[in-house]
């Protein structure tokens, strides 16, 4: 009867503890495509900077497949969000990150590469930073872009968000190499996935 008893112990012990291990924690992630509506941000004859990022935040969101990330988004179509609607929707809603999508711009179109921005004026720089410094990594490693590094500046979405907040550009519109990449099928595709297991990585 106490080895019954024992074995018995052991096997609800093996379930409880089976139960905790699989179960993973919810990432939940605001994608913020920058500019939008009569704001078009970037520009290169006919091509937007603010097409290309709601084009990689749609792809981010159909790559997505892992049930525990859970993506918002502050656009999801061609309209004009004023940027403290922005983060008036990111702190009521608390993500555990903001991530906001833009591409360079320069006059000379030699310059080239991705960079990832910070605020220190942000009540979560810390922890932003060091994302940023895990991200830029992974973009160095996944993609063919130049790591240009992290960067500080006092983005309004940056700085008003009052979780952890990066602002990544993802290229410069004006350099040809770079648009290539930015607008193809497999560039796209290759940003957002290296979004989508940064996150995955976050649980």
Known sequence: MKNLFKALLLVVAFATVSFISSEKETITVVI????????????????LEKD???????????????????LLFTRDDDKFVELAERTNYINSVKPDLVLSLHVNNNKNVTTNGFEIFVSDKSVTYEKSNELA????????????????????????????????????????????????????????????????NFVSNLK
Do not use: C
Not at 32 to 46: R, S, T
């Open 32 to 47: 913020d495509a920058g500019h939008g509506g009569h704001d078009f941000g970037g520009k290169h004859d006919d091509l």
């Open 52 to 70: 290309l990022a709601n084009s990689i935040s749609k792809k981010i969101e159909a790559l997505n497949s892992d049930k525990n990330i859970k």
């Open 133 to 196: 410094q895990k991200l830029v990594l992974d973009f160095e490693k996944n993609t063919p872009l130049r790591n240009r590094g992290v960067k500080k500046a006092p983005f309004w979405v940056l700085k008003k968000s009052e979780v952890p907040a990066l602002t990544l550009e993802m290229g410069f519109i004006s350099n040809q190499n770079d648009r290539n990449y930015i607008t193809s099928e497999e560039g796209q595709n290759q940003i957002a996935q290296t979004i989508l």
